[in-house]
């Protein structure tokens, strides 16, 4: 696969964190940019709460933006820390966690520093809609695969590349139904499942479920679906 890059050391695009960045401020009003997102969050949790008990558990979510995932986590008992590159979005976090006074540890930080600091710390890793948004994927993975406890768990979600994908999440998303800001997607990025396969199985993770994930617009509601052909989400496990 082709990947922009910004650099031979940082897996990360500038350009991607400043437009990200752009839209903290309206990242926790359900009716602005994330509109999308927000709809989809419950679903997220509620994948994440059918595989593993997040009362007490060492959670990490990982490109955690404005922190919509990580304090639902954190709601449901986890103990949370939460990463992401963008400064706008960690600032917001932080500001908005006060506001709901809930406990989440976020850090300006790459999952990579992090892994090289706390390899093995949690029980489990969340990165949702994020692997398609920086130059390496593969790496992510394995970082995350670093920072697991043995037999803790991967939670990842992603798009399909797929003309399905590519019709619904950018040219209906972004371009007819104004869901989504132009730009938000490059069609080159998104990923098929069997490459997300492989970089698990790379990294020692055991690939143990993958469900499609499908926003319903008209209803602003999204819900678990067998097809994978769009959105999808993914559970891997650290062996033990």
Same mark, same amino acid.
């Given at each position: !696969?082709?990947?922009?890059?910004?650099?031979?050391?940082?897996?990360?695009? &500038?350009?991607?964190?400043?437009?990200?960045?752009?839209?903290?401020?309206?990242?926790?009003?359900? &009716?602005?940019?994330?509109?999308?997102?927000?709809?989809?969050?419950?679903?997220? %949790?509620?994948?994440?709460?059918?595989? =593993?008990?997040?009362?007490?558990?060492?959670?990490?979510?990982?490109?955690?933006?404005?922190? $919509?995932?990580?304090?639902? $986590?954190?709601?449901?008992?986890?103990?949370?820390? /939460?990463?992401?590159?963008?400064?706008?979005?960690?600032?917001?976090?932080?500001?908005?966690?006060?506001?709901?006074?809930?406990?989440?540890?976020?850090?300006?930080?790459?999952?990579?520093?992090?892994?090289?600091? &706390?390899?093995?710390?949690?029980?489990?890793?969340?990165? !949702?809609? !994020?692997?398609?948004?920086?130059?390496?994927?593969?790496? =992510?993975?394995?970082?995350?695969?670093?920072? %697991?406890?043995?037999?803790?768990?991967?939670?990842?979600?992603?798009?399909?590349?797929?003309?399905?994908?590519?019709?619904?999440?950018?040219?209906?998303?972004?371009?007819?139904?104004?869901?989504?800001?132009?730009?938000?997607?490059?069609? &080159?990025?998104? =990923?098929?499942?069997?490459?997300?396969?492989?970089?698990?199985?790379?990294?020692?993770?055991?690939?143990?479920?993958?469900?499609? %994930? /499908?926003?319903?617009?008209?209803?602003?509601?999204?819900?678990? =679906?067998?097809?994978?052909?769009?959105?999808?989400?993914?559970?891997?496990?650290?062996?033990?």
């Amino acid at each position: !696969m082709t990947r922009s890059t910004t650099g031979a050391k940082e897996n990360f695009d &500038q350009a991607e964190l400043d437009k990200f960045g752009a839209l903290a401020n309206r990242w926790w009003d359900p &009716q602005g940019p994330q509109k999308a997102l927000h709809a989809l969050n419950p679903v997220r %949790l509620d994948y994440v709460k059918r595989r =593993i008990a997040l009362r007490d558990a060492s959670v990490l979510d990982v490109g955690c933006g404005a922190g $919509l995932l990580s304090e639902a $986590l954190a709601r449901e008992g986890a103990l949370v820390t /939460a990463t992401d590159l963008a400064p706008e979005l960690i600032k917001v976090a932080k500001l908005h966690k006060l506001e709901s006074q809930i406990s989440v540890d976020y850090r300006l930080q790459s999952v990579e520093s992090l892994a090289a600091e &706390q390899p093995g710390s949690f029980d489990a890793i969340t990165c !949702m809609e !994020m692997l398609e948004h920086v130059p390496d994927p593969s790496a =992510i993975v394995a970082a995350c695969a670093t920072l %697991l406890k043995p037999g803790g768990q991967l939670f990842l979600s992603t798009l399909n590349r797929t003309p399905a994908a590519f019709a619904l999440a950018i040219v209906g998303a972004e371009y007819v139904a104004r869901l989504l800001p132009k730009g938000t997607h490059h069609y &080159q990025d998104f =990923i098929k499942p069997s490459e997300l396969a492989a970089w698990l199985r790379a990294a020692g993770l055991q690939l143990e479920d993958v469900s499609g %994930l /499908a926003y319903e617009p008209w209803r602003n509601a999204a819900r678990i =679906i067998g097809r994978t052909d769009v959105n999808y989400l993914a559970c891997a496990r650290k062996p033990l």
